[in-house]
């Protein structure tokens, strides 16, 4: 691991806003620490080619104070996935950040192997950045600034934590069996091992129920999961927050289909932290032309 001489006694703050809104956006409750969760069409459907897009307003506590952009370009078995954050409104007056992040990978059968994660973060005088390089689920190559400070109770991130893991915005690829129904309980039927450069946690989902929503691109029923994060290393176990997050039963997912396809995007999503309610909601979704007629009016 590489990390710059500067930043390695700088706080960390801004790398956990930059998580969480790519966990936030993108869908998987990772990097809240959580990360995300897109749905993406088995490897023989993306043969076709598809580009989805969402608009996503991020709020806490009913004020909204950021705007999310996702992108996801399928092109044969390979993906390139782009998250960015940015905040709005007073908020981004007086607490300006932006985040950005993309990931590229293939598409194997009912798995994603991503290649390369970059993530970047700036938040006044703080900046926060990965780069990660995979091969077959391993972390071949990274570097990371800043570099979590050393302490007694940390959990050590090992070679083998780095093993069979996807990156936050790979995480928000899931691709579905051939013939398989993207809004039944098996939808949700998920332990998703993720690695965002400083953290390795799982995110457990669960089905929860079924709902009907309307506007923002897209009419119809939408699957709702249940999603639990799970610390395995570079956290602090007796932290309040890793405490809290741990034992977090109100975090939700709601992934909409697209047309007739099995494929998922994120509709909404909503966090309970020990501050207030975070909501991440679709303000827009594009799908692709040949699939937009049939779901969105």
């Known amino acids: 691991m590489t990390v710059s001489k500067t930043a390695t006694n700088a706080r960390p703050r801004s ?19 959580l990360s995300g969760l897109v749905a993406s069409r088995p490897a023989d459907a993306a043969q076709r080619g598809a580009t989805i897009g969402a608009l996503y307003d991020i ?5 909204t104070f950021a705007k999310g952009e996702l992108s996801v370009q399928l ?23 932006k985040s950005n992040a993309e990931s590229t990978g293939r598409l194997r ?10 993530m970047i973060s700036k938040e006044a005088d703080l900046s926060s950045k990965v780069s990660m390089d995979m091969g077959r689920g391993d972390v071949r190559d990274l570097a990371v600034t800043p570099q979590l400070k050393n302490r007694p109770d940390r959990i050590p991130v090992t070679r083998s934590h780095r093993r069979n893991v996807v990156d936050p915005l790979s995480a928000a690829l899931m691709p579905l069996s051939s013939g ?25 989902l669960s089905y929860r129920r079924t709902e009907d929503v309307s506007g923002r691109g897209y009419d119809g029923p939408v ?14 176990p007796d932290k309040r927050s890793v405490k809290y997050m741990a034992a977090n039963k109100h975090i939700e997912i709601w992934l909409a289909p697209v047309a007739n396809e099995p494929l998922l995007v994120p509709y909404r999503i909503s966090l309970r932290t020990m501050s207030g309610d975070i909501v991440v909601e679709a303000r827009k979704l594009t799908l692709p032309d040949h699939e937009r007629k049939q779901a969105a009016r």
């Open 15 to 33: 790398r956990a806003a930059a998580i969480g809104a790519t966990a936030l956006v993108c869908v998987s409750v990772a990097a809240l620490p």
């Open 59 to 63: 709020s806490f506590s009913g004020l």
């Open 75 to 97: 092109d044969g078995n390979a993906y390139e996935a782009r998250v960015g954050m940015r905040t709005s409104g007073l908020v981004g007056v007086f607490v300006p950040s």
């Open 109 to 118: 059968g009912s798995h994603v192997v991503p290649t390369r994660y970059a």
């Open 180 to 204: 398989s129904n993207g809004l039944s309980p098996n939808a949700c039927d998920r332990r998703i091992p993720i690695f965002d450069g400083w953290q390795r946690y799982d995110v457990q």
């Open 223 to 236: 699957v709702v999961c249940g999603a639990r994060w799970i610390p395995v290393a570079g956290h602090r």
